[in-house]
């Protein structure tokens, strides 16, 4: 309920009556509805308005209601009671509830008691935003399905439905002594040239899958299912989401939207600037301008940002702020200069219920829109709309121009022979590569081209470059979508060039999968992912089979997984956090992969009654930090009795069920499908290794950690961490551990075991070259070895985190104070060196800096010297702690 308080209804009556003779006329039929806006009952008005009678005739009683309706919202407007919102809101559901009531009126005609099943009207425009104005018109798309359209026996069901569609004309736009409800205009329908005024659900559908044009994909943003079988038309707009929202950014969208608006430039002929007979809806910096600039971003982007697909002008920037592509003070201006011009805009439509947008040419007749709208005069008016036109103008033409093409530096004289390659080379592509046989895609490269060559010229290696971006574009489905991105965002081009320079595993991932440029614009790629809550929702987001939920888990884990690298390669986080969020996104993979195979699983075998499957993740998987490269290491367990049977159509036994179940979930993780590869899925470390089941009972695990488990065994799981499964069931399985873990063992048994399984990978893992932090004498291996070894001697220091395990060992003198960092500057070469030198040997150029920057390091030198100092510091501790010296060498 709106506060009135402030409202000065007197006013508002006496303006309307002084400036608006279509409002005094409506005041002068409807004298208890005057008296009763006199008192500031503004809401009892809005309700009077509703609850008209006509008697029978459902047109006389809409009619009378629009009477009510328009005269009870423009005093209460004009009083300063109704927000503009609210206005537009109210007008809105008064044609939801006219073509509800015209659609049965037209069906009872027919069929008596008949309900509006099988037959619906889609609000778009304004309608479907909820934004009509005074004397809007209304743009429904009537669709119907033919085998439940109420019809009589032998009606042909396409001609009942254009019977009921001439019948819903009628009732609204026909003009009687009452007047008309809205004038309604059906040419948003498909093909409207040739069509029926109402169209079959299915032939609706074929032609929006298979001949829909650009412009009605932006009129399906602010769709909505408004009137009739509401359920079947949400349904209808369901299936047509994906023409609507592209799953990759669409910048086609914004080269669609400068073409309309050259056109429309083009063909309006008023003037460019706020003045007589100016046009606020398509004059320049007007309200199409601003309803264009957020309905165009969110085409680009709302097929990647569901929180985008919002219908309203105010709603759409407000969300596009939320999500970092306009600014928070673009988004406010842009709102509300909207709301602003929406009001003046009510005030012309209010004088002479007239469906205008401009401007009188009189001056006297501004004067009086002025007035009207409690303004000294028309010149106040005009400055007003000057000031707004002029920064919307300027917001929207920049968006249409990007941030513009940079100019082109001077490339210095060294570079000539570099830059006559590119040249040289780029003439060639359009030979060579078929992603720029057309010519929109030609005309996108031209437009860009100065600022392509620039930026390969600074490359570090121009040629290795190009090479790796000629790959990109072969790969992508046309080139306009890629150039246009570079266009309007100019320092992605560097960005992406550094990428495919600096971090091959990045740059053949990419050409593979191109889509993830996307990303990189997003004002959110360089976070890092959120909780595994939050990163598994983003995950489930998937309507559809099996297949579909894996592809869905695939696509997540690619697009975080290269923007994580891209963070890395942009020095944007710790080395250390980026491991991090890997570990969370695998997490994620792993409990909406397992959660996807169980329900495909149990949907033929059925379940279990009191058991469940659990997964135990190790290695780096457990300890929560991975690298690019990483695989998972699990083991698969279960809880429950072992001859238990599975009540579904084909029962198994507990151990055969959940062996079969943990290879379905396995391939969930690890099976490449036509969104890419997940993780390679290592189980080895299970109970008797590959000689043993892939799934064991929780007992029998149990029984063989305290029995029959090597030392190194015990090593493991010293990093493990319950990560699938029932609550209860995993707090079960961290207790064998935690009491497997801290039970005593012989000293002297225990440092033979270590070092004997360390003099094992010795011979038979050689590392990869002098950055292989892993594998190195004083690595990250030898580093495991010292803290696992304390932690079984002495019982303490147990966390799958060896960060905390390191302080805790620490803090009980175990180890010297500066191992910490020692091991945290090996992780982060480990976490570095799997993009940026992925073969263990120092790179090249750039790469150098941006691996030493990773790590921590003023520059590559002062890099190597510090992993020597770690690696001594770590080679100090094996000596102090297995009383055997450890060779270090360069």
Known sequence: ????????????????????????????????????????????????????????????????????????????????????????????????????????????????????????????????????????????????????????????????????????????????????????????????????????????????????????????????????????????????????????????????????????????????????????????????????????????????????????????????????????????????????????????????????????????????????????????LVDELRAISTQVAARYDSLLAGSGVRPVRQVPARDNEAVARIEARIDRWRDTLRTLRGSEARAALAALRPVLVEALAGAPQPDSAMTRLEAILASVPTAINLFRLFEARPGLLDQVLRVVTLAAPLAEALGRHPQWLDGMIDARALDLPGPVAEVARQMRRASGDYERRLDRIREVVGEQRFALGVQLVEAQHDPLEIGAGLARVAEAALETGATAAIEEFTAVHGRIAGSGLLVLGLGRLGGGVLTNASDLDVIYL????????????????????????????????????????????????????????????????????????????????????????????RTELQRIIDEVLRQERDPAKLRADVLKMRGEIVANKTPSGPLDAKLQRGGLVDCEFVVHYLQLRERIGFSPDLGIAIDELTAAGLLPAAFRAQHDLLTRLLISARLLAPDGRPPEGLAQEVLAQACGAPDFAALLRNIEEARHGVAAAWADTFDETLEVTA
């Open 638 to 729: 279960f809880t429950g009795e072992i001859g238990r049977e599975s009540d579904g159509k084909r029962p198994l036994t507990a151990s055969l069920y959940y062996n079969r179940l943990a290879q379905r979930v396995t391939a969930a993780l690890s099976v490449s499908t036509a969104a890419g590869a997940l993780y390679e899925i290592d189980t080895r470390l299970r109970p008797q290794g590959t000689q043993g089941p892939l799934a064991v009972s929780l007992d029998s695990f149990e029984r063989y950690q305290r029995e029959d488990a090597w030392t190194w065994e015990h090593m493991a799981i010293a990093r493990a961490r319950p990560l699938f499964g029932p609550p209860e069931a």
């Open 1 to 380: 309920m709106a506060d009135h308080s402030q409202a000065d209804w007197t006013g508002a009556l006496a303006r309307a009556r002084a400036h608006a003779p279509f409002l005094a006329l409506a005041l002068d039929r409807q004298p208890e509805l005057e008296a009763m806006l006199a008192e500031g009952r503004g809401e009892a008005a809005l309700a009077h308005a509703r609850t008209l009678d006509g008697g029978n005739d459902v047109g006389v009683a809409l009619r009378c209601e629009r009477w009510a309706l328009a005269s009870a919202l423009a005093i209460g407007d004009l009083a300063g009671a109704f927000p503009v919102a609210r206005v537009m809101n109210e007008l809105s559901e008064f044609a939801d509830r006219a073509l509800a009531a015209a659609i049965v009126e037209a069906m009872r005609r027919r069929v008596p008691e008949a309900e509006p099943a099988g037959f619906t009207a889609l609000a778009l425009g304004k309608h479907g935003a909820r934004e009509l104005n005074y004397s809007s018109d209304i743009d429904p798309i009537l669709l119907y399905d033919p085998a439940r359209l109420p019809k009589r026996g032998r009606d042909d069901a396409g001609e009942a439905a254009q019977r009921y569609a001439r019948t819903i004309l009628s009732l609204l736009s026909e003009q009687t002594q009452d007047g008309y409800v809205f004038r309604v205009d059906l040419r948003l329908r498909p093909a409207s040239e040739v069509s029926p005024l109402a169209i079959s659900f299915e032939a609706a559908l074929t032609h929006y899958e298979s001949s829909a044009i650009a412009w009605e994909r932006a009129a399906f943003i602010r769709a909505r299912s408004a009137a009739g079988d509401i359920e079947a038309g949400d349904t209808f707009l369901a299936s047509i989401a994906p023409f609507v929202w592209r799953r990759s950014l669409d910048f086609t969208a914004l080269e669609e939207i400068r073409r309309l608006t050259t056109r429309i430039r083009e063909h309006h002929k008023g003037p460019s600037e706020p003045g007589p007979a100016f046009d606020l809806k398509r004059g320049r910096g007007g309200i199409r301008e601003i309803e264009f600039f957020a309905q165009a971003q969110q085409l680009i982007h709302g097929g990647r940002n569901p929180a985008l697909r919002v219908r309203g002008t105010r709603a759409a920037l407000d969300a596009l702020a939320e999500a970092g592509i306009v600014s928070r003070d673009d988004a406010a201006l842009l709102g509300a200069s909207y709301d602003r011009l929406r009001v003046i805009e009510h005030r012309l439509q209010m004088i002479e219920d007239r469906q205008t947008h401009a401007l009188p040419k009189d001056a006297n007749a501004i004067d009086n829109v002025a007035r009207l709208d409690g303004l000294a005069d028309g010149a106040a």
